[in-house]
């Protein structure tokens, strides 16, 4: 089945840095989500980004699907920021609604 | 975006007991999930709640243990029976509408310690 690998898995930034996720998958998908994890569990959507590139205020995120990857920006990070940054895709495979998940990128702002 | 709430936010259990989670949507939606979140590791599907039907399980998830519900378009219930340390774990239901296939939204999750 299709692979999701992302990286760096984890990541030092002091406030105001600026950094970039990546997420690699190894074949064609429908969808791409990327998500926040807070130190308290919830899980917040970014970004949803089958293709091209989207912003939402510091965050920006582009995917690349005909080369499999996708990458999130974030601009002058914040101790808010803080957390596990996870991808997710939905393969393009039948009606499968099955969301395959990396491993996640822990990331930690320090003031 | 729907709203999801789950309760409990949070519960200490002992092991042998079981646990139910409840999951609410303020909207209809298509699609409703259960997940596991084991310490430090990414998300695992449980299974599909399926509205007035059986759940459909993942390789490794079984009934028994995990019995779900969902008695209508907009509420489910996971039960995690007689649980032992190894369950401890977030539990995250999510859920797809209708108008966003594929496109899921979680909710804040249930956090459980057994001892």
């Known amino acids: 089945g299709i692979q999701v690998e992302q990286s760096p898995p984890d990541l030092i930034l002091q406030e105001g840095a600026n950094s970039t996720l990546r997420c690699n998958f190894s074949?064609?998908?429908?969808?791409l989500q990327w998500f926040h994890q807070n130190p308290w569990g919830q899980l917040i959507n970014l970004f949803y980004?089958?293709?091209?590139?989207k912003q939402n205020g510091r965050l920006s995120a582009t995917t690349v699907a005909t080369e499999r990857y996708s990458l999130l920006y974030i601009s002058s990070s914040q101790t808010t920021d803080s957390g596990v940054y996870f991808c997710?895709?939905?393969?393009?495979?039948?009606?499968?609604?099955?969301?395959?998940w990396g491993l996640g990128t822990s990331l930690a702002v320090n003031p | 975006s729907a709203v999801i709430s789950q309760k409990p936010s949070r519960d200490i259990c002992q092991r042998g007991t079981s646990l139910t989670i409840q999951c609410q949507v303020d909207?209809?939606?298509?699609?409703m999930f259960w997940y596991r979140q084991q310490p430090g590791q990414s998300l695992t599907l449980i299974a599909t709640?399926?509205?007035?039907?059986?759940?459909?399980?993942e390789s490794g998830f079984v009934i028994d243990k995990f019995p779900i519900s969902r008695p209508n378009l907009t509420f489910s219930t996971l039960t995690v029976s007689n649980m032992s340390p190894e369950d401890s774990s977030i539990y995250l239901c999510?859920?797809?509408?209708?108008?966003?296939?594929?496109?899921?939204?979680f909710g804040p999750g249930t956090r459980l310690t057994v001892t």
């Open positions: 999510s859920v797809e509408e209708y108008n966003a296939v594929g496109e899921q939204y």
């Open positions: 909207s209809q939606v298509t699609m």
């Open positions: 709640a399926n509205q007035g039907s059986e759940a459909t399980y």
């Open positions: 074949d064609s998908v429908n969808n």
């Open positions: 980004i089958p293709s091209g590139t």
């Open positions: 997710a895709v939905l393969p393009n495979a039948g009606n499968n609604r099955k969301l395959i």
